[in-house]
Nanobody, 124 residues
Framework: QVQLLESGGGLVQAGGSLRLSCLAS????????MGWFRQAPGKEREFVAT????????YYADSVKGRFTISRDNAKNTVYLQMNSLRPEDTAVYYC?????????????????WGQGTQVTVSS
């Protein structure tokens, strides 16, 4: 069992930046691929980014490529999502997830553990 806790969300103007953090409860965190997803009101949860076990490989949705960066610090049991050049369409609840999945696994149903989410609101 892995418990995940996101933080770092908030209100930011378009063009601004935020960094989300996701703290895992167990050191076994390092055996999981980690992902970030987001869900806007009235929409399905969508894939944002994933990172492999040691942080050496990452994969992004086309909508965030070049603007968002996923990283992890296994010594701190934490995964991050640096979000730059934010747009109003990035407004959503952002969730981190852990799973024994492939790097390019984008289906939310394939991930085993989820955090409670953190709200990101980008004003125009």
């Amino acid at each position: 069992q892995v418990q995940l806790l996101e933080s770092g969300g908030g209100l930011v103007q378009a063009g601004g930046s935020l960094r989300l953090s996701c703290l895992a409860s167990r050191s076994t965190f390092r055996t999981y691929r980690m992902g970030w997803f987001r869900q806007a009101p009235g929409k399905e949860r969508e894939f944002v980014a994933t990172i492999n076990y040691n942080g050496g490989s990452t994969y992004y949705a086309d909508s965030v490529k070049g603007r968002f960066t996923i990283s992890r610090d296994n010594a701190k049991n934490t995964v991050y999502l640096q979000m730059n050049s934010l747009r109003p369409e990035d407004t959503a609840v952002y969730y981190c997830a852990a799973g024994q999945v492939g790097l390019t696994t984008t289906a939310a149903s394939r991930y085993d553990y989820w955090g409670q989410g953190t709200q990101v609101t980008v004003s125009s």
